[in-house]
Each structure stands twice: as C-alpha cells, then as structure tokens.
C-alpha cells in the first residue's frame, strides 16, 4: 500500500512538472511577439522623432536663411536709395554751383587780387604742417575787412608720378587748405573755388630739390570785388 502511494505521489509530481513547463513555453510563445512588436514600436516611435526633429531644424534653418535674405534685401535697398538720394544732391549742388561760377565769371573782371599766400607739401603729401598752419592763420586774419570775396585755392605737384594721380594729389591738398580754413575760421565753402591743376602748371625747375618743393604747393588768392557789388547773390557776404 505504501509502495501504491509512493508511485501515486511521483507521478503527479512528474504530471505537475510536465504541465509547468508546458505553460512557461505557451507563456513565452504568446508574449515574445508582444515583446518584439513593442520593441519595434519603440524604435518606430525614435525614428519619427529623429525625422520630426530634423524637419524641425530644417525648417528653422529654412527660416533662418530666408529671414537673412530678407534682411540683405532690405539693407540693399536702403543702401541703393542712400546713394540715389546722395546722387541726387550732388547732383543739384553741382547744378546750383555750375550756375554760381556762371554768374561769378560774368563779373570776375571786377575782381582783384588783395592778398595771397602759398604752402607746400611734402612728396607724395597732402597734410599740412604747423608751419603750413601759421601761413593760413595769418593769411586768414585779413579776411575779417574784406567783404565780396572769394578764395581761389590751387592745388599743384611736382613732375613725379602718373598725370592722373597728380591730379588727385593736387586735389587733395588743395582740399586739405580748404578745411582748414573752413572749420578753424567758418569761411563759408560757397567761397571756395577750388583748382587741382596736377603738374600741368608749374612755378620752379622740377630738375632741382628746391624747384620739386615750391611746385608741391596750394595757393591761395583772395580776390575782391572792387566795383563794391557782388558778381552773384551767393558771393555776397
């Protein structure tokens, strides 16, 4: 009965094993592919956000870049109306100028020279110098008489160097004297006739050191009206 018993017990035990194992392996079966679905899922769901995200930053570069252009564009056209604008001034002064030398030409028979003075440059120069200053302020301190005047201002190099840039050079310091004369003593620029002559015309030999610096020179005359009425409304005082 004992050995009945025995054999009873082992085989349910063995039945009970046999039906464990049975369910872990339906168990697995059954949720693996919930496993691996999930698993796909999640990288489904990374992916998309990977794409999502480099839509996003597309899209703000795309914006970014567009914006840029447009502020470019709107610089541009702000700068182009600037210059339109500048043109069209220069435009009219050089206009109201050209009519102001007319005029002033007409009557310049009645002008006459009072006083004059003359400063020269270093090669290649156009700053003037303290003794260049000097000459100007005691040129300028017979400006505060004179009435119905204007200051021809000529600008000169020596024989060195390109026409063109000799040109400008002169240009340059005779504009140099200009505002000078201007910002330290309020001379008006419609008394101003400026004159960049190059190395067309000059005053010494350019063969000699001596002759080379006197033709490096701005000279400045100032002219007069001596019939006591201006040439034009612009050169009265």
Known sequence: ????????????????????????????????????????????????????????????????????????????????????????????????????????VKGLDNYRQSAAVSVTFGFDKAVLTREDKEQLDGFAAQLGSAKNYILEVTGGTDAAGAAQYNYDLSQRRADAVVQYLAAKYGIAPRRFYLIGIGKDHFVADNKTAAGRKANRRVEVRLLTNQSGEPASQSAAN
């Open 1 to 104: 009965m004992r050995e009945f018993r025995f054999a009873l017990t082992v085989a349910a035990l063995v039945a009970f094993g046999v039906t464990g194992c049975a369910t872990k392996k339906y168990v697995h079966s059954q949720t693996q592919p919930l496993i691996d679905r999930t698993g796909q899922l999640d990288q489904k769901t990374a992916e998309n956000n990977r794409a999502i995200h480099d839509v996003d930053a597309r899209a703000q570069a795309g914006i970014g870049k567009a914006q840029s252009s447009a502020d470019d564009a709107n610089h541009n056209a702000q700068t182009a109306a600037q210059a339109a604008n500048a043109a069209n001034d220069a435009a009219s002064g050089a206009a109201h100028r050209a009519d102001t030398l007319e005029s002033l």
